[in-house]
């Protein structure tokens, strides 16, 4: 079993950043492959993005592209989500979660097994 803990959301102004944490504990994640989705209100999670085991590895959702940025460092057992050039369509609850199965790359919400309770991010325009 491995908790997750997002942290760092908040409220930003259209074309600010945000950097999104996600600390584990209780299991090391450098076994796992790290995503980041999110929720708005009324819609279903989608996909953001996903970093491999070793960071070597990342894949992007297109609407977020050139925008964010996943890393992860196994040593602090922790992941992050760079966030740049905020849109408001960009407002959602995020949510990060790990993968101990083999690298897809996952793009499904089912293909992770573990999921934090997420961090709220606002963007006004």
């Known amino acids: 079993q491995v908790t997750l803990v997002e942290s760092g959301g908040g409220l930003v102004q259209a074309g600010g950043s945000l950097r999104l944490s996600c600390a584990a504990s209780g299991r090391t994640i450098t076994t796992a492959s790290m995503g980041w989705f999110r929720q708005a209100p009324g819609k279903e999670r989608e996909f953001v993005a996903a970093?491999?085991?070793?960071?070597?590895?990342?894949v992007y959702a297109d609407s977020v592209r050139g925008r964010f940025t996943i890393s992860r460092d196994n040593a602090k057992n922790t992941m992050y989500l760079q966030m740049n050039i905020l849109k408001p369509e960009d407002t959602a609850v995020y949510y990060c979660a790990s993968d101990y199965g083999p690298w897809s790359p996952p793009r499904q919400a089912h293909e992770y097994d573990y999921w934090g309770q997420g961090t709220q991010v606002t963007v006004s325009s």
């Open positions: 970093i491999n085991r070793d960071g070597i590895i990342t």
